[in-house]
């Protein structure tokens, strides 16, 4: 695994070296000592020497001469034209950089806020006077209501529907505990035992809870400004006291005739019309007191559970509700577009921080580039100017061998007493002045940028007041 990684690292580098030499040549780098290796200069001087060459007279160089010149005159080349190639890329650089459509773009900014803004606001007009004149028309009819049943302005007492499934699940729980209690007495006294006796059981229980659940939502209307509304609301409670009373009797008489009934064959319903006639009185134990109280308790929890299902004051929940359901709706569509209104907000504003960011980004990669334009001249002259000296010591390096090895008759050419030259060379232009014209008028930019931003942000800030205010919920409906 470790063999595959290093591989693939070293093909990586391979394409990314040849790359960066076909985009970018490096600067040569001069080291006199390997270049008086690599091209013999010891031994072809002390052989020319030896030989007598050059002769006294010759005013050419020699080709050992030749081939330094020749040598250190290539890298003389290549680091012109990696000078050029640097100053060309380095100038592309300066003339991408310009921060004029940055502060455009920020001051534009805040014009595209009120834009955008009316934009929601339009487009969201209609659906806000619908959702303002139902929920006035809805606060009026709650207003009349209140009038008319004389109620305070208090919101009205309505139970969430979990809250309510809570309830009827109470219900359903009396229903069965009640069940299973009057079975558990009945089945006492049978031969079948408990399931002898818990549907005629469940079906007393049942009815005793339900009719007095439902007594309670009637018993709601004794809260009712009109009379006869009242009179019927105690009329409902009166009715759940009966069946809570006949019932509590009724399973009473059945304990007892099951009882009586020992052996279990004879038709209940008889029995227990033939005792109530007879005057028979059928709490006799202390299991028939407990069915009777028992029967009692849970009817009066349905009773409670009827009577606070919703509020209290019959009809009002439902006009509350009404109401209630279209200022949410309301309301719903006011914050949702406050939310977008903040959201475009803080986006401008974002945007407006940002241009001013990439603007100061921008100058300080501009004065980069401007520096990197006189390290790339430094490192050409450098180098042009070891070239030259390079020159100059292996050309005096050869000569100087070439004298010691020549023979005493043999006097050395004039032209070893002048320094060999190079060729002039057209030198790329790393002047800055034009560039350093263009940074002053970028700087100003950018200080006119700083200067409208507080500006820009505060026409942003009022707009959005602006428009905020004309988002004013309906708060005085409530």
């Known amino acids: 695994m470790h063999f595959f990684k290093r591989f693939f690292a070293f093909i990586a580098s391979l394409f990314s070296s040849q790359e960066t030499e076909h985009s970018e040549p490096l600067i040569p780098k001069i080291d006199p000592e390997k270049l008086k290796k690599k091209l013999d200069l010891q031994k072809i001087a002390r052989e020319h ?80 006077k619908d959702f303002a004149a139902d929920t006035k028309t809805k606060f009026q009819i709650l207003s009349d209501f209140r009038s008319e049943n004389r109620l305070p302005s208090i919101p009205a007492k309505c139970p969430t529907g979990g809250s309510q499934f809570f309830k009827l699940m109470v219900v359903l729980g009396c229903c069965v505990l009640e069940g299973a209690l009057n079975a558990t007495f009945f089945g006492s006294g049978l031969e079948g035992g408990l399931l002898s006796g818990f549907t005629m059981a469940f079906m007393l229980s049942f009815f005793n809870v339900l009719a007095c659940f439902l007594a309670g939502l009637g018993f709601r209307n004794k809260n009712h400004v009109r009379g006869t509304r009242q009179f019927w609301g105690w009329v409902s409670f009166a009715l759940a006291v009966a069946v809570m009373i006949g019932l509590g009797v009724l399973i009473s008489y059945f304990r007892y005739v099951l009882t009586v009934d020992e052996g279990g064959s004879q038709n209940a319903f008889p029995l227990v019309w033939q005792s109530l006639r007879t005057g028979i009185f059928p709490i006799q134990d202390f299991e028939s007191l407990i069915l009777f109280f028992g029967s009692i308790v849970f009817g009066c929890v349905g009773v409670w559970e009827g009577y606070n299902f919703t509020d209290r004051y019959p009809g009002y929940a439902g006009v509350w509700s009404q109401y209630a359901e279209a200022h949410r709706r309301y309301i719903e569509l006011i914050e949702g577009l406050r939310d977008r209104l903040e959201v475009e907000k803080a986006e401008v504003l974002l945007k407006i921080d940002s241009g001013v960011q990439a603007a100061e980004k921008a100058i300080k990669a501009f004065k980069f580039n401007m520096n990197q334009k006189s390290i790339v001249k430094k490192q050409v002259s450098e180098t042009l100017v070891m070239a030259d000296e390079t020159l100059q010591s292996l050309t005096r390096y050869y000569q100087n061998e070439n004298m010691m090895a020549r023979p005493t008759d043999a006097q050395p050419p004039d032209y070893f007493d002048h320094p060999v030259t190079f060729g002039p060379l057209d030198m790329p232009d790393f002047s800055v002045q034009k560039d350093e014209l263009r940074l002053d008028a970028q700087e100003q930019l950018l200080r006119e940028l700083v200067a409208e931003v507080e500006p820009i942000r505060a026409r942003v800030q009022s707009s959005f007041n602006q428009q905020y205010n004309q988002l004013q919920p309906l708060q005085d409906l409530v």
């Open 49 to 128: 020497g030896a030989k007598g060459i050059p002769r006294s007279g010759d005013t050419q160089l020699t080709a050992a001469e030749h081939a330094v010149r020749a040598e250190l005159g290539r890298m003389r080349e290549q680091t012109v034209k990696y000078g050029e190639q640097r100053v060309k890329q380095i100038q592309n650089r300066l003339d991408s950089i310009d921060i004029t459509l940055d502060m455009n773009r920020a001051i534009e900014l805040g014009n595209e806020f009120v834009r955008t803004s009316d934009h929601h606001l339009t487009r969201e007009d209609g659906r806000m």
